[in-house]
């Protein structure tokens, strides 16, 4: 069993950055591929951004290309999402995701083999 916590998440203005992290334990997810989603008030969850195992792949939603960096540390066990420019509509529950077996690429959010609680984030205008 793999445990994820993020945190990170707070309070922002329009236009401003936050760092979001998500530390795993329970097993490494060096050989996992992670990914961020998150799920707006009244709406579904989404895909956010993906990174492969070794780092290699990346790949963002079309909203987030540009704003948002995904980025992982496997000797720390943890994965970053770094957010720029954020934006009302950014608000969310982020959560972080761990893939244990490759199946799509990128991850979807009903190919996750763990989850993370979620970090609230909320843009203000």
């Known amino acids: 069993q793999v445990q994820l916590v993020e945190s990170g998440g707070g309070l922002v203005q329009a236009g401003g950055s936050l760092r979001l992290s998500c530390v795993a334990s329970?097993?490494?997810?060096?050989?996992?591929?992670m990914g961020w989603f998150r799920q707006a008030p009244g709406k579904e969850r989404e895909y956010a951004a993906a990174?492969?195992?070794?780092?290699?792949?990346?790949i963002y939603a079309d909203s987030m290309k540009g704003r948002f960096t995904i980025s992982r540390d496997n000797a720390k066990n943890t994965v970053y999402l770094q957010m720029n420019s954020l934006k009302p509509e950014d608000t969310a529950v982020y959560y972080c995701?761990?893939?244990?077996?490759?199946?799509?690429?990128?991850?979807?959010?009903?190919?996750?083999?763990?989850w993370g609680k979620g970090t609230l984030v909320t843009v203000s205008s």
């Open positions: 329970g097993r490494t997810i060096s050989t996992y591929a």
């Open positions: 990174i492969n195992r070794n780092g290699g792949n990346i």
């Open positions: 995701a761990a893939q244990l077996r490759p199946t799509t690429w990128p991850p979807n959010v009903d190919g996750m083999d763990y």
